[in-house]
């Protein structure tokens, strides 16, 4: 049995993997690209939440999170949406950068690393 666990495994990736107590989730991407980038940064950070919850964890005990902007001009309105979703006291060491994502629909794609309980 390998020590390491994978959560929706496909030819490419995975959605998430846990080793040793710690949660590495893939990049996530909103539901519904249609939205501007605050309802994009709503539904990424639901989705963490729900994968995070799945593999006995929370937002407060994420340890990294990487964020991905399609243009960094939509870093204000990602931080609206985040700053009310961290727990006071809980923010996470996070890099925001500026990438082309796999599709020009998508404007946010987030890559967290959380500990267990």
């Not at 809980?90 to 796999?102: D, K, M, N, Q």
Request: glycine letters at 4%; proline letters at 4%.
């Amino acid at each position: 049995m390998s020590d390491i666990q994978r959560t929706n495994v496909a030819a490419r990736y995975s959605d998430v993997a846990v080793h040793q107590g710690t949660i590495y989730l893939a990049g996530q991407i909103a539901d519904d690209p249609t939205q501007d980038i605050r309802g994009q940064t709503a539904q990424v950070l639901a989705t963490v939440d729900k994968l995070l919850q799945q593999h006995d964890s929370d937002k407060t005990r994420i340890l990294q999170c990487v964020i991905y902007l399609s243009d960094i001009s939509l870093f204000a309105g990602m931080n609206d949406v985040w700053d009310n979703w961290v727990p006071k006291g809980s923010a996470p060491p996070r890099a925001t950068v500026e990438a082309r994502l796999f599709a020009p629909e998508y404007l946010v794609e987030m890559v967290v690393t959380a500990a267990q309980r």
